[in-house]
């Protein structure tokens, strides 16, 4: 079994930064033998995926309405990705989500993530 702990969240001010963190921990658990996801959700909304890394070679994607503004990146050795949030806009305020699954290409789609951790809010005001 997989445990992801995401922290980070918070309120801030439109143009402020936050960095998010996900730390993953399970028997055997290798951060390079899975992808790691992060996903938000708003009230009302679809949760939709926002950035990807694939910790074993550092690649990564993101969707097109953080690009330029989201920087995603692994510490391999403490089993933790981070996503760097700089330009924050109210549109981004939600809750925040890391995923992961074990050995299959980065994606934004979440039926493609098996383990889930429980959020982070986060809140950006105009």
């Known amino acids: 079994e997989v445990q992801l702990q995401a922290s980070g969240g918070g309120l801030v001010q439109a143009g402020e930064s936050l960095r998010l963190s996900c730390t993953a921990s399970g028997r055997g658990f290798k951060l390079h033998e899975h992808v790691i996801g992060w996903f938000r959700q708003a009230p009302g909304k679809e949760r939709e995926g926002v950035s990807c890394i694939d910790p074993m070679d550092g690649s990564t994607i993101y969707a097109d309405s953080v690009k330029g503004r989201f920087t995603v990146s692994s510490d391999n050795a403490k089993n933790t990705v981070t996503l760097q949030m700089s330009g924050l806009k109210p549109e981004d305020s939600a809750m925040y989500y890391c995923?992961?699954?074990?050995?299959?290409?980065?994606?934004?789609?979440?039926?493609?993530?098996?383990?889930w951790g429980q959020g982070t809010q986060v809140t950006v005001s105009s």
């Open positions: 995923a992961t699954v074990f050995s299959l290409p980065c994606s934004l789609k979440r039926e493609n993530f098996d383990y």
